[in-house]
Every structure is written in structure tokens, then in C-alpha cells.
């Protein structure tokens, strides 16, 4: 019997289960590849868990590599070892490759590759437009028949308003979920870091909120008059959360994703023109972090995603203007998350949601629990464990972080999918 069809049983374990409400010592029994009902130990392997945390394998709804077209960023197989690492059992591949995956076979292909490549679940986004260039709808009935998980444009929105009503109306027709980056793309134009005093110090041509209140408000009304299931992806300034709360209670079907970098960095970790900083969208005002940070307590935005968008040295060694933006970011989600609960920001059962039950119900998927009959998606995790990261250790093809040199706390002992072990920290 091999150790991939071989029961287990972990015990001693602090089981934390959003999706149940769970936070407790207790036993966890996988058999079959499955969270099973308890039963007797038999010829199960045992893992004791001496405390741990025991929790459902993350799920990341925004992750970019390279592969095709750009294998020196990132490939599938790098990727899914840097998620591994980092507790991530499930991630969603951004269409932004070369080609743009905005038909069925390339769906099909990178559905394929992640198979092949890699032990994690490799769920494709397919491209709402052609090419991502905002002009004409892709075949979005078809990408979802060969797997698309959602629909996005990708770092920009769909500048052309009557093509994104046809988007949310023609996906509205099968339920599927349409990704929006709410940026106005005039006001973005030149912009590198969010528009404010800093900005005005260090010299720097600034992105004001504004610029994503307005593509918001856009994109809320048009699922409003399509009946569409809209996402608000990565968000990061207050007055959004604003509109997203009118809506709600409007009855729109509208959610947000937020990334771990807005939760717990703010503008002035930019500092002295810090490249690795240097994000889209930009790190805005510490009002505007605080803010975030009670939207996911409150359950208002129902992701947290790494935004994981690998850049080599090249592009980041750079003056701030011309560097890209973009950090490495897979294997950083969960300590980086862990921060909010270490300094009391957050429960950790309401911390831990918008990276697994919360994603997992958009995305309609089964994983994100660790209820009887789930499939044996698992992690388990010093919550406690202290390090100084260093982005020079990362299993990330591109290792640049904002993180370097920060102080965290939380360490993966280990993943397993559909109950085979695919990572230790041993």
C-alpha cells in the first residue's frame, strides 16, 4: 500500500475549519483521498500534530507565472513548488501568458500542464477579451466547458463599457464569475506609487483611489443591469469598500479579493524608492490598510490573495519609474496573513476564511474544508514559528519580495493533496 492510498490519522491538532466553525482540539481522519468519519486506526499512518494548527490547504485566487511565453519568470512547476512550500493547495492561473489563454484549448493546455507539472490543483482563469485587449469578448462558453475557473482581463479592466455588459450578460447565462480590476487606465497611465504627500517627496507620479472608485462604480451598475457575478479583484482603497457595502445591500452580486500586501504594508514601506515595493495596485495610505483589514474581519471581502506576479532582478533593480511591478508572493501569503493575527487585528478563524472556505465558495469548488467528504486538502502549521524572511531562500524562479528582511511569524510543517503528503519542512 502506498503512502498516497494509505489512511492517516492526525492527532493532537488544533483544527481550525472556517467553514464549520471549528476551532478546537481534535482528530482528523483522511482516507481515500477524502476527510473521512472517524474510525479505528488500523494500518493508518499517524501524524502527531503536538499542538499545531491544522487547517484546510489555502486556496489563491490570483497567481500569474510565466509559462507559455515567459519561462524565466515563473513555470507551472516552480509555482506549484513555491505554493506547496507556502501551504497553498489550489491556485488560479491569470490568462496574462504568451499566447493569452482566451480559448478552450489553451485552457485545456495549461489544465493539462498543471497535471503534469506539479502537485497542487492548477485551476486556469481564461481571458474575458481577445488578446486581453479589451475589444472583443473571447469565447467564454467554451473556455468554461473546458475547465476556465473565471474570467478576468487581467492587471487592467475592459476599457470599453458596452463589451464588459456583453461579458457579465453572456456569463451571467451559465453563472460564471467575471474578475474586474478596477483601475481607470487614463488615471493610471505613468502613475508608479499611490498619489499623495509621499508621492509628492520622493517625486513620483501618483495613483489616486479614485482611479479604482470609478471603474468600481462602472462595474457594480453593470452587474446590476446584467444580473452578472462580478469580482472587485485586489482591491485597495477605502472609499471602494464604500460602494462594495452600497451594493451588497442593493442585492448586487458583487465580491472583492484583497492582497496580503494592502493588509499589512502600507505607502511608506516604499521608503527610499524600494523597488520591490512596487506593486499594482500601489500600497496605499495606512487609513486605507486599516480599513481592508476590517473588511475581512466583517466578511466584506471574501478573499485574500497572494497577487503572486514573479519579476526577475533585471526588472527590479531598475530606477523606481522604470522598474515593473510586481512582487514573488506564494511563498509569503500565509505568515505575511499571520501578522494580523499575531498583533490582534484578526481572529484566526476569520483570518484563515478568506484564504480557504471564503474562495473556495465563489469558485464553487469542494476544497476549503476540512468537513467529512471534502477531498484531503491539508496543512499543518506553526502558527508560532519566528523568522527573519530572506527572498535569496525562495523556491520562486523570481525572488523579490517586499518582505526581504521583515520579521514574521508561521511556518508550513506540511501539505498534503488529496491526501498524500507533497511537502515537509523536514
Not at 492517516?8 to 483522511?30: C, H, K, M, Q
Not at 464569475?177 to 517627496?201: K, Q, T, W, Y
Not at 484583497?258 to 523597488?275: A, F, I, P, Q, W
Amino acid at each position: 500500500m502506498t503512502q498516497a492510498s494509505r489512511p492517516t490519522l492526525f492527532v493532537n491538532a488544533r483544527i481550525v475549519d472556517p467553514a464549520s466553525g471549528r476551532d478546537e482540539p481534535g482528530e482528523l481522519f483522511v482516507a481515500g483521498g477524502r476527510i473521512a468519519p472517524p474510525g479505528p486506526a488500523g494500518d493508518a499512518l499517524v501524524v502527531d500534530c503536538e499542538g499545531q494548527a491544522l487547517l484546510p490547504g489555502l486556496i489563491d485566487m490570483r497567481v500569474s507565472t510565466g509559462e507559455p511565453g515567459s519561462e524565466h519568470r515563473e513555470t507551472i512547476r516552480s509555482a506549484g513548488n513555491a505554493a506547496m512550500r507556502g501551504g497553498i493547495t489550489s491556485i488560479v492561473l491569470q490568462p496574462d501568458t504568451s499566447p493569452v489563454i482566451d480559448d478552450a484549448a489553451l485552457v485545456t493546455y495549461v489544465r493539462q500542464r498543471g497535471l503534469d507539472q506539479t502537485r497542487v490543483r492548477v485551476l486556469p482563469a481564461g481571458a474575458c477579451t481577445r488578446g486581453l485587449k479589451g475589444r472583443e469578448m473571447a469565447e467564454l462558453g467554451l473556455m468554461d466547458e473546458a475547465g476556465a475557473i473565471l474570467f478576468t482581463n487581467g492587471a487592467a479592466p475592459v476599457r470599453d463599457t458596452r463589451v464588459m455588459q456583453r461579458i457579465l450578460s453572456y456569463a451571467s447565462a451559465f453563472g460564471a464569475l467575471v474578475a474586474s480590476r478596477p483601475e481607470d487606465p487614463a488615471l493610471a497611465e505613468g502613475a508608479v506609487m499611490h498619489a499623495g504627500e509621499l508621492a509628492s517627496r520622493l517625486g513620483l507620479a501618483g495613483l489616486p483611489a479614485a482611479a479604482e472608485t470609478i471603474i468600481a462604480e462602472r462595474d457594480i451598475e453593470l452587474a446590476a443591469l446584467t444580473g452578472g457575478r462580478l469580482l472587485l479583484d485586489m482591491v485597495s482603497a477605502e472609499p471602494t469598500l464604500e460602494r462594495l457595502e452600497r451594493a451588497r445591500a442593493r442585492g448586487i452580486e458583487v465580491s472583492a479579493s484583497v492582497s496580503v500586501h494592502h493588509l499589512t504594508l502600507n505607502e511608506t514601506d516604499v521608503g527610499d524608492y524600494r523597488t520591490f515595493a512596487k506593486l499594482s495596485p500601489p500600497l496605499r495610505r495606512e487609513q486605507d490598510r486599516l480599513a481592508l483589514v476590517d473588511a475581512v474581519r466583517s466578511g466584506l471581502i471574501e478573499a485574500v490573495v497572494s497577487g503572486h506576479d514573479p519579476r526577475p532582478a533585471e526588472e527590479k533593480r531598475l530606477p523606481f519609474d522604470e522598474a515593473a511591478f510586481g512582487a514573488s508572493a506564494l511563498e509569503t501569503l500565509l505568515p505575511a496573513l499571520l501578522n494580523l493575527y499575531h498583533n490582534g487585528s484578526v481572529e484566526l478563524i476569520d483570518l484563515i476564511r478568506p484564504v480557504t472556505s471564503g474562495p473556495a465558495q465563489l469558485l464553487g469548488l469542494e476544497t476549503g474544508t476540512l468537513a467529512q467528504g471534502a477531498p484531503a486538502d491539508v496543512i499543518l502549521v506553526d502558527l508560532g514559528w519566528p523568522f527573519r524572511f530572506d527572498a535569496a531562500t525562495m523556491v520562486s524562479k523570481s525572488r523579490n519580495s517586499p518582505y526581504d528582511g521583515h520579521r514574521l511569524q508561521g511556518r508550513v510543517l506540511g501539505t498534503w493533496v488529496g491526501g498524500e503528503r507533497v511537502y515537509s519542512a523536514d
